[in-house]
Each structure stands twice: as C-alpha cells, then as structure tokens.
C-alpha cells in the first residue's frame, strides 16, 4: 500500500506542477494578449481623438471666413451651421468610441475565455483558418 499510495502522490504532485505551469503559461498569454489589445484601442482612439481635432479646426477656419460677413444675419447662419457641425463631429466620434469601446471589451472576453480553456487543459487552443 505504501508503494500504491507513494504513486497517487507523485500523480498530485506532476499533476500540480502540470496545472502551475499551465497556469503560467495561460498568465503570459493573457498579458500578452491584453496588452496588444490595449494598444490597438489606444490607437483608434488617437485616430478618433486626430479626426475629430481636425473636422473641429476646419469648422472653425470656415466659420471665421463668414464671421467676416458685414451682415448679421449671415454671422448668426455662419453661428448656426458651426454649431450643428460641432454637433455632428462629436456624435461622430462618440459612436466611434463606443464602438472602439465595445470591440475591445469583446476581445478581452474572448482572450479570458481562451486563457481559462488554457488553464484548464494546459495547451493553447487551436484556430483553424479553414473556415
């Protein structure tokens, strides 16, 4: 019995060390997965956060040009219609960033999905391209 028992414990014991490094493995995967999705979302932000400076700036540069208008009543169109642009750029962009918003969070739980499949048997999930 003592031989039998002896075994049990190294299969706990590999089986352990098994799931820790598993475990490790699944980690850097994770951190290695989170960190370029980080970086893809903090791209489409600064290309959001680019396009609607710039789309801001141009309605500025053609408000100015009709604020030189003598007439008033053409300063306060040139008022509206900068306005309803404003409005319009950061609709825009707010949808934008809900969008990038909603992406990365659905990437993230696909990633913890595939890192606790790791965790769980130990092997990094297979993709096939076939598809």
Do not use: H
């Not at 999705?37 to 309605?59: L, P, R, S």
């Not at 030189?68 to 008022?79: P, T």
């Amino acid at each position: 019995m003592d031989s039998y028992s002896g075994r049990g414990s190294r299969v706990a014991a590999s089986g352990t060390a098994i799931s820790s490094e598993a475990e490790a493995m699944a980690d850097a995967w994770e951190k290695e997965k989170l960190a370029k999705i980080k970086k893809q979302y903090d791209e489409t932000m600064e290309t959001i956060a680019g396009w609607e400076t710039e789309k801001k700036a141009k309605a500025r540069r053609q408000k100015q040009l009709k604020d030189e208008s003598e007439s008033e009543r053409k300063r306060a169109k040139a008022l509206e219609d900068y306005n309803e642009e404003m409005s319009r750029i950061n609709k825009v962009a707010a949808a934008s960033r809900l969008t990038a918003e909603e992406k990365r969070r659905n990437a993230e739980r696909k990633v913890r999905e595939k890192a606790d499949k790791i965790r769980s048997t130990g092997k990094v999930p297979r993709t096939c391209g076939c598809f």
